[in-house]
């Protein structure tokens, strides 16, 4: 997804009508149709302000529908670009193409959890979803809700992805509880079952900390209606 190609890139002079090699390639490294990359094309051949054939990053990223994006600073790395290369048509389509209504599922999903794992670790925290929630709610225009509101936003943000909504406790502690719950003697069941949920609830709590990989938020996207509220399409 948004790879861009491996073959080398290939400097052209702009012109009204794309060379049929370039429009080819373009459909084979994308989910986007032929119609879809000739539009493009015009899109490209704005951005190539210098008319050297090929993209920067930077360039890239003043598409209309993307310049004003609130994670923009996040799109190098969620569409998997290098800020210092140069990209030609081809690379340009493959880029965008986790935005075509048709691409997979997984490149959709791909993207969503690159926008939101903010430090580019391969996973996804608290911190992350806070610091992501924050920079769309102000581009909103919803910067005014107060610190209350935002938590709740992001604890039913939390709860849908079917995670702890609190910070996990200290994992010496919860080592301690458990050892403190089986002191007590020979639990009934009703006593057993909830000792069961704590300890579940622990686990859950200690993968938020250590965040949320990539498998895990795509099976939650995967069966919750989260993948509509966070996607990000190009119109």
């Not at 996040?74 to 935005?99: E, I, W």
């Not at 225009?141 to 610190?147: A, I, V």
């Not at 938590?151 to 702890?164: A, I």
């Not at 498998?215 to 399409?233: D, I, Q, R, W, Y």
């Amino acid at each position: 997804m948004g790879q861009g190609s491996s073959a080398a890139v290939v400097p052209f002079v702009n012109t009204n009508v794309p060379p049929p090699e370039l429009v080819e390639r373009a459909c084979i490294l994308s989910a986007f149709d032929t119609p879809e990359v000739l539009w493009l094309w015009q899109q490209y051949c704005r951005l190539d302000t210098d008319e050297d054939g090929v993209l920067s990053c930077e360039e890239l990223l003043e598409l209309p529908a993307l310049k004003h994006q609130p994670l923009r600073e996040r799109l190098p790395y969620a569409l998997g670009l290098n800020t210092t290369k140069q990209y030609d048509f081809p690379a340009f389509v493959a880029a965008l193409s986790p935005f075509n209504p048709r691409s997979s599922l997984d490149d959709k999903t791909r993207l969503l959890f690159r926008l939101y794992d903010s430090d580019q670790d391969g996973r996804i925290t608290k911190k992350d979803l806070r610091s992501t929630m924050k920079l769309v709610l102000k581009s909103g225009g919803e910067d005014t809700l107060s610190e209350e509101q935002f938590e709740e936003c992001l604890d039913l943000t939390l709860t849908e992805l079917g995670l702890p909504t609190d910070e996990p406790a200290d994992e010496k502690q919860a080592e301690k509880d458990k050892v403190a719950l089986g002191d007590i003697g020979a639990p009934s069941e009703a006593e057993q079952e909830t000792a069961v949920g704590e300890i579940e609830v622990s686990r859950r709590g200690s993968s938020l900390q250590a965040g949320i990989t990539y498998e895990m938020f795509a099976g939650c996207v995967g069966t919750t209606n989260l993948g509509p509220k966070l996607s990000f399409f190009i119109t």
